[in-house]
Antibody
Framework: QLHLVDSGGGVVQPGGSLRLSCAAS????????MHWVRQAPGKGLEWVAY????????YYADSVKDRFTISRDNSKNTVYLQMNSLKADDTAVYYC??????????????WGQGTLVTVSS | DIVMTQTPLSLSVTPGQPASISCKSS???????????LCWYVQKPGQSPQLLIY???SRFSGVPDRFSGSGSGTDFTLKISRVEAEDVGVYYC??????????FGQGTRLDIK
């Protein structure tokens, strides 16, 4: 059974850093691209970042570019989101999501349960 | 960025009645590969989003056939033929044609009368 488990969220001060993890199981992780999507409290969904299955291609939303870094370790079936220079606007639940086969990375089929990041002094 | 506009933003439906949600994009979602990258997700209360429909009209595994998607170009519709209590949640359309600039609609909240 496919599982994506998000972790690493917490409370951090403005300007601080946090690293999120998404542990995957139940599928051949190294065959699939992965995304991070976030949702501010009471708000809609915002795409954050994408990494290709082999880690060679990465994309970021303008709102996080140069502050966030997506990476993966296929030997550990885990994708990461390193978040630096955090701002109050980054407060959100962060979800990892698996690329749907045949989609070219353009949409996702399964999502993690999410992990809450709160940026506050 | 491609802007996705959903209407209505909320609807209240009697069980057994149909429901329809519109999603309009500011640019065509038809890719040069011939596919149209428009998806629908539902986020049930307290849960992560779930994929319902991909590439306009293909139902994801396990999605009941009372859900259907249609449309082309810039105009798309999600229909629920007979709403059930378990369908309560927020429905989002999403475009992936412009990777990496993936964007979502604002969401449509469905509740039961």
């Amino acid at each position: 059974q496919l599982h994506l488990v998000d972790s690493g969220g917490g409370v951090v001060q403005p300007g601080g850093s946090l690293r999120l993890s998404c542990a995957a199981s139940g599928f051949t992780f190294s065959n699939y691209g992965m995304h991070w999507v976030r949702q501010a409290p009471g708000k809609g969904l915002e795409w954050v970042a994408y990494i290709r299955n082999d880690g060679t291609t990465k994309y970021y939303a303008d709102s996080v570019k140069d502050r966030f870094t997506i990476s993966r370790d296929n030997s550990k079936n885990t994708v990461y989101l390193q978040m630096n220079s955090l701002k109050a606007d980054d407060t959100a639940v962060y979800y990892c999501a698996k690329v749907q086969v045949g989609s070219g990375g353009r949409y996702f089929d399964y999502w993690g349960q999410g992990t809450l990041v709160t940026v506050s002094s | 960025d491609i802007v996705m506009t959903q209407t209505p933003l909320s609807l209240s439906v009697t069980p057994g009645q149909p429901a329809s949600i519109s999603c309009k994009s500011s640019q065509s979602l038809l890719h040069s590969d011939g596919k149209t990258y428009l998806c629908w997700y539902v986020q049930k209360p307290g849960q992560s989003p779930q994929l319902l429909i991909y590439e306009v009209s293909s139902r994801f595994s396990g999605v009941p056939d009372r859900f259907s998607g249609s449309g082309s170009g810039t105009d798309f519709t999600l229909k629920i033929s007979r709403v059930e209590a378990e369908d309560v949640g927020v429905y989002y359309c999403m475009q992936g044609v412009n990777l990496p600039l993936i964007t979502f609609g604002q969401g449509t909240r469905l509740d039961i009368k």
